[in-house]
């Protein structure tokens, strides 16, 4: 077993919330949400271990907030050796933040069982990145209706593992690359400068914040070389305004590094005619060993930010464009004569966005919008009203008031027959902007980023079609455009070069909206800017989601290949820009391996498996067709790709360590197929489910062991949090603890004739568990067994299994030890197996209700919410070790050739 640290918290001088602290170890948080807190500090935390933070929390009798997920928060600062703080962009099991760096949520009471009425033990548990070694935490108050008390604080760390008196290595080794991921994209400094480039608003400065992370002792620092250029590209003559000059290195500015994390500001006044800045880090000293944290935050500066150009006013569009214009040092032109010179006409005419392409590319020429009904997130059609208010929500839907507000099917409206379909969808787009001022949206969905990236390029693509039209009404309509797409820019880039959704696809989506619009207007003057922070993002955006080797914090793999297409789609758009080759290159290489694995693990029906979050509503072998024929013929060159592309047929295995992903599969180009795959990636990365070793199975081309699904898009709720949980997915719980963040890893891989072996050890029950799982497999997959084996230092072990199947599959207990599964003709026999321990007998669940934590039964709908299903659990137990688990059998000559592996010597010696 694991050896275990336990670290206390030390004493913090002064808190914000003058309620904490008392004498008896007992802390109060008061309900002033979002303010009332209680401080601590952990120090001497062992660096790329996983550690659980835990304590008790003890309710008002009188709270009101029961149901809400999101109760308290715990907000993590983390530290290095120094003191010093260090921004990590991506951690492990917690969510980016704003008022804390990092943070868990803390369900209320109804989250927690019957026996949380009047306290309960929190646990979080997240990664501890290097070169961190301290952390300073915070417990805050953020729905609670009344004041609660924490106690017990303590975090339990994972030390090395030493190797179990059995020499067996349950539960023992963890991969240690999860850290990685915090510092994909750090950038080693050397002796030559690491050049990044930024675009200039004329007549502003330009705000760089960073940070350099420093390895080791020495006061040794970095510097920045200065080179501003013209809009030719040529560079402007030193000196520059409040810069220093060396003859060896031109315009630099020093940045000392005494301690372990420097933050720094760097604020640049650009000399006249400067159009682009170059900034070339590098060290002082070439032994120092320095990092520097990308991608950087910049700004043009507080009066260039919305808030600052809005003033107390909330303006139209129109109106913003014209304050925007006078911070610019434009002439405005109400007279709607000479706008136009903000734009370029050819610019517009050779627009080229990301969105529309990604939609055709998942769903072909699918409409979504005809014969005045749009058809939006797998609902049944609706018929558009004459007049919008544009809050409409007919279905209850988050799913479909984001598709609603993004306007998207606005397109399909301007392409639809008759001569007033491109001017009523015109109208439509202004109506909407009419309805909408700053601040005040009519749907507060429409402010989530993902819709403001596709609006946006709707915008562009309206004002595109419209642009060759010079008539007085034309000219009208064409500046209430332009005003709505400078609108979206500023929003855009005040979200992108904050690094708000770091590690996440929402940052992917969103630059590259901001890239396409200033791509398309070149001519306005924040348009360099934009496209140099837009670029930035998405080289760090891609870096952060996809690696050569296939890996990813991105579990769910319908948002892997959605990030892959985005890649290949934005490579296809920057084709012909010598300034982004290599970049283009870039993105090429990078989608080779995740494209090559989502390829190899798309089961024979041409479906992902439904790990994590996986909306409906996609064929992914069509997706995948159609991506790679329009904007990825040149990957075919690649041989292992071309193969995986080839499909080939018989028995085929996948084991891929550091994508987190196993699968199997029987393919002879009959109906008759088999599937089994497995995830065991890295969780929880933002919204990512509790799922490790969770898995999926076909036999005889029959679905039966389904994943619930779902998507953060789509649900809402308790619905939401039950398709997020443990036990809403094919896995093991010990004592009814659902899994932590965490990992899993391959400990053994064995073939056998006929069959294969594998078995994955985790960390995601805690430091009070070991655990692995095992996978028993014929090659032709008519049976398999799943086994699991837990181990605590405690006198008892016991664990609940789940299997779910899909909704078209009925389910019956036939007798003590054998439940059936029933789909038309086919059968499938589910049979407990122990190993050690006791079993403790099973059952079939549909669609039961209650509180968030009774909810069983279900899977996602495919319009959103849930609907009912048939599970079935199965339980063990024994004294500190329960090992055991199910036999599925799709054939009577599979159930007796599996049972035979397991009887035999060599399965059984791999299973103690």
Known sequence: MLDVRRIAPVSVDGTADPSSGAADGHHIVSNNNRWSKADFEFRDLTSEAWCELSFRIAWHPEETSKTVHDFAVIGVNFLAEDGSVIDFAYVPGLARSQI??????????????????????????????APARHLSLTIRSWRNSHPFSISDLEIRQHDRPSPAADGSSIGMHPRNEAGAASRSTWLPLSGE?????????????????????????????????????????????????????????????????????????????????????????????????????????????????????????TPDAAGLLEKALERLQRRSDTANTHFKSAWDSDALAALSTMHDKLHIVQHGDKPIAADGKLALCGHEPWTLPDALTWSEDPYQSPGWRLEFQSLAWLLALADGPGRGARSRAIDLAIAWSNANPWGQPADPLSTYPSSVAVRTEVFLHLLSQNAASSSPAALKRQRLLFAEVIRHGFALAEIVSQNVFSHSLLQIRTAAALLSLARAVPRFPMALYWRSVALAQLRSGFDQLLAPDGSSVEASWHYRLETASLALILAHNLEGDADTEEFRTHLLALVNEPLRLTVSIT?????????????????????????????????????????????????RAIIAERAGIAAFRQYERKPNWANLCTSFNVQRHENGHFDCTSFVYAANGVRWIADPGGSGLHDAG???????????????????????????????????????????????????????????????????????????????ASFQGFLHFDESVAVALAQAGLAIGFRGKNRLRIIPHLVAGNFDGMAVENGRGGGPTVLQGFVSHP??????????????????????????????????????????????????
């Open 100 to 129: 804390d760096p990092h943070s868990s949520t803390i369900a209320g009471p109804a989250h927690h069982g019957r026996g949380a009425a009047s306290s309960n033990r929190i646990a979080c548990t997240f990664l501890v990145p």
């Open 193 to 313: 400068p690491t050049w990044l480039n930024y675009g200039i608003v004329p007549g502003h400065p330009l705000v760089v914040r960073g940070q350099l992370i420093r390895d080791g002792a020495g006061a040794e620092g970095a510097l920045v070389r200065v080179a501003f250029r013209d809009a030719r590209g040529q560079e402007l003559p030193l000196p520059y305004d409040g810069i220093p000059v060396a003859p060896e290195v031109g315009a630099f500015i020093d940045i000392p590094v005494h301690r372990r994390a420097r933050r720094f500001t760097l604020e640049l006044s650009p000399p006249r005619h400067a159009a682009t800045v170059d900034l070339g880090f590098q060290l002082r000293a070439s032994d120092a060993s320095i990092d520097l944290a990308t991608p950087l935050e910049v700004s043009a500066g507080d009066s260039l930010l919305l808030e600052d150009i809005l003033g107390e006013d």
């Open 603 to 651: 089961d024979p029906a041409g479906m992902l498996p439904a790990i994590g979050d996986m909306p409906h509503g996609h064929h992914y072998a069509s997706w995948l067709r159609r991506l790679i024929s329009t904007y990825g013929r040149s990957l075919l060159a690649d041989r292992n790709l071309a193969e995986e592309l080839s499909y080939p047929t018989g028995t």
């Open 718 to 796: 308790p619905a939401r949090q039950y398709l997020l949980s443990s036990r809403a997915h094919n896995l093991a719980i010990p004592d009814g603890r659902e899994q932590t963040a965490g990992t899993g890893w391959v400990e053994a891989d064995h073939g056998f004739s006929g069959a294969r072996l594998l078995r994955i050890g985790t960390n995601v029950h805690g430091p009070d568990y070991g655990h692995a799982r095992t996978f028993l497999c014929l090659d032709d997959l008519s049976a398999i067994a799943v086994l699991d084996r837990f181990q605590t230092s405690r006198n008892h």
């Open 863 to 912: 319009a959103g919410g849930l609907q009912p299903a048939n599970v079935l659990n199965y339980l063990f137990s024994g004294p500190g070790t329960a090992c055991g688990g199910v036999i599925l059998a799709a054939s009577e000559q599979g159930l007796r050739r599996i049972q035979e592996l397991l009887a035999s010597p060599e399965v059984q010696n791999r299973l103690r």
